[in-house]
């Protein structure tokens, strides 16, 4: 019996399923030509908008519902629209905005419940009861119209010429799930808000499609051709201050001469009379002055350069 014969005869062991075994794990497809996160300098550059946005409309609310009023932007995001509608209340109010050339629509939305508060106080309520979440009444649409009309002329004060197509309010939906304001994956710019208005304190957002900022905004991270790179290192090097010094030829002494330095001493340099002085930046020669002189400030008349190698007589 041979070595091979008694491995044929045994039998592998077979594998068993146990708590060793690894799920299955699940891909998620990533699209990298509509990244779903946002880049550094554009986040930056939407939350200062947002929060310009939220003090506008702060004020906004304040002078219309006669309570006072301050709305605060907590976070911004990016998100695709399915994510964005999971997010909300089944029962919420959602205005619906129009974008002209855009077939997505933007989106203000906050308990329809709080926005009965705010007309309670706009038809003269001190202490409005808390209401339920329904629909609005036409008076009460109307009202709240008037209210995001105001809100989007806030909008497009806050975001300037990143908001360039015209903007206006459409309809309202009270159900975040049915609300069709832009496809599943269309991505979104998604601002949370917190909405105070007297001592009823309210969430809200307002999403905007991605593709009308984001084309504002331009490239996260523009890249720059090679063969312009010395001229721009070039340029920049050209804008930077310097400190420019005119000195003498310095003289060599011991240190037991410096050490009993006293005022009055007279310290010869070898440096001739007749001879200019040494222009020099950060240690570096780079030409020749003579002493001179403009309005009761001492000045340096350039004889020579050492980049050039030419005498002239300039100041």
């Given amino acids: 019996m041979t070595l091979l014969d008694a491995q044929a ?16 794990r699940s891909v998620e497809v990533y699209d990298f030509r509509r990244p779903t996160t ?11 908008a947002f929060d310009t946005f939220a003090r506008q409309w702060g004020t906004q609310l304040t002078a219309k519902v006669r309570v006072l009023s301050s709305v605060t932007c907590d976070q911004v995001q990016m998100l695709t629209y399915d994510e964005y509608a ?56 109307a009202l709240v119209r008037r209210l995001m009309d105001d809100a989007l002329d806030d909008l497009r004060y806050s975001f300037g010429t990143m908001l360039a197509d015209p903007i206006s309010v459409g309809g309202f939906q009270y159900n975040s799930q049915f609300a069709q304001a832009a496809q599943k994956s269309d991505l979104m710019i998604v601002a ?52 420019v010094s005119l000195t003498f030829a310095p003289a060599t002494v011991l ?11 007279l310290l010869p340099l070898p440096h001739p009379q007749h001879r200019p002085l040494e222009i020099s930046v950060d240690g570096q020669a780079v030409g020749r002055a003579a002493v001179g002189a403009t309005g009761s400030r001492l000045a340096g008349i350039v004889v020579s350069t050492s980049l050039t190698g030419t005498e002239e007589g300039t100041s």
């Fill in 9 to 24: 005869g045994t039998t592998a062991p077979t594998a068993t399923v146990g708590s060793s075994a690894r799920p299955p």
């Fill in 38 to 48: 946002l880049a550094r300098e554009h986040s930056r550059v939407l939350e200062l």
């Fill in 86 to 141: 999971s997010s909300l209340p089944a029962t919420t109010a959602m205005v619906l905005c129009t974008l002209e050339g855009v077939s997505a629509k933007a989106v203000i939305q906050f308990p329809s419940s709080a926005a009965l508060t705010w007309v309670s106080h706009m038809l003269g309520a001190a202490k409005p009861t808390t209401l339920p979440e329904r629909t609005f009444t036409p008076i009460e649409q």
């Fill in 192 to 243: 949370s808000f917190e909405i105070r208005v007297g001592e009823r304190v309210a969430p809200g957002t307002v999403a905007i499609p991605a593709d009308v900022l984001l084309s504002q905004l331009g490239e996260s991270n523009p890249t720059i051709d090679a063969a312009d790179a010395r001229e721009l290192l070039g340029a920049q090097l050209a804008s930077v201050p310097v400190g």
């Fill in 255 to 265: 240190p037991s001469v410096v050490l009993g330095l006293a005022v009055g001493d």
